[in-house]
């Protein structure tokens, strides 16, 4: 059942539903901009219908009244990075808890990778697999980092702060410009020496957002383009199987050329794969590999 016909009356919004109507909504303009809550008053019961009134009330967020806002919020996430350093930046959903088997998968992938690239781990620090890759990676006893934002799997979080994470380890964002510059910036390699990577785990809307500006980033050499950065996509019991035949229909649309998506990134279908694109990018001493290939095999 829902409310398929909306209409506002002043300060109050009607939903009406009917049987063989679907739904549509209506915002006077000056609604527009606002976020909104309700609050139900009453409703009335028929047969053939319902109507429910509610209440608009302004929601708990402040709108940006200046762009000065978010490059102050921009040069916040630098800051976090020239103190904490490059590193693995993580991209994965945040609905895939410790009860998913991927979950345990991530964990193990973020500890390794923090072992042999001896770096930075780098998230959204919010639920999900990108918990997962943050504890990991303090299991190695590695830093982490993360930029965080107010609204994680279609739920506003009921505080700015991390549950276990010290607040110097990360910045809160209520912009998600400034956290999308945050998290390129992060596996940006500004000097030979630095070993940083993007992996992308299995995720949603979220996920393939940040993923895809990342590869197009690649692409036009915004990323890369000096020291190149490996760009991990793992594809978990064939996570991303049906993406990539997407993709490669694109080839035969004219809309990708031959070879070009698998210059962007690396598909790795297991840990193992991963971490010996990693030894071999950043030619590592056969004696890590090995160590490496030990704990995951």
């Known amino acids: 059942m829902g409310f398929p016909s909306v209409c506002r009356l002043d300060s109050y919004i009607s939903l009406r539903e009917s049987r063989n109507e679907g739904l549509k909504v209506q915002r006077s303009p000056n609604l527009l901009r606002r976020g909104l809550g309700f609050r139900f008053l009453k409703h009335e019961v028929s047969r053939q219908s319902r109507t429910v009134l509610c209440k608009c009330e302004p929601a708990d967020f402040v709108e940006r009244k200046s762009p000065c806002e978010v490059m102050k919020e921009i040069e916040q996430c630098y800051a976090l990075i020239n103190n904490l350093g490059r590193g693995v930046v993580y991209l994965g959903s945040s609905r895939m808890g410790p009860d998913h088997v991927h979950y345990s998968k991530v964990f193990e992938l973020g500890r390794e990778i923090a072992k042999l690239l001896d770096c930075t781990s780098w998230s959204g620090v919010g639920p999900g697999l990108m918990d997962a890759a943050t504890k990991g990676a303090l299991d190695a006893r590695k830093p982490v980092g993360g930029f965080k934002i107010g609204k994680e799997a279609g739920e506003w979080t009921t505080s700015n702060y991390h549950p276990y994470l010290p607040a110097e380890s990360y910045l809160t964002c209520r912009f998600f410009s400034a956290r999308k510059h945050g998290l390129v910036d992060a596996a940006v390699r500004k000097t030979s020496s630095d070993r940083t990577a993007v992996v992308a785990l299995p995720g949603g809307i979220g996920t393939l957002d940040e993923m895809f500006e990342i590869m197009a980033l690649i692409q036009l050499e915004r990323i890369g383009s000096d020291l190149p950065v490996p760009f ?26 031959q070879g070009e998506i698998e210059s962007l990134w690396k598909v790795c279908d297991s840990n193992c794969q991963a971490l010996e694109y990693l030894s071999e990018f950043y030619s590592l001493p056969q004696t890590r590999i090995s160590d490496v290939q030990k704990v995951v095999s």
């Open 232 to 257: 991990l996509l793992m594809n978990y019991d064939s996570f991303y199987s049906k993406l990539l035949d997407f993709l490669d229909d694109c080839k035969h649309w004219g809309t990708v050329s």
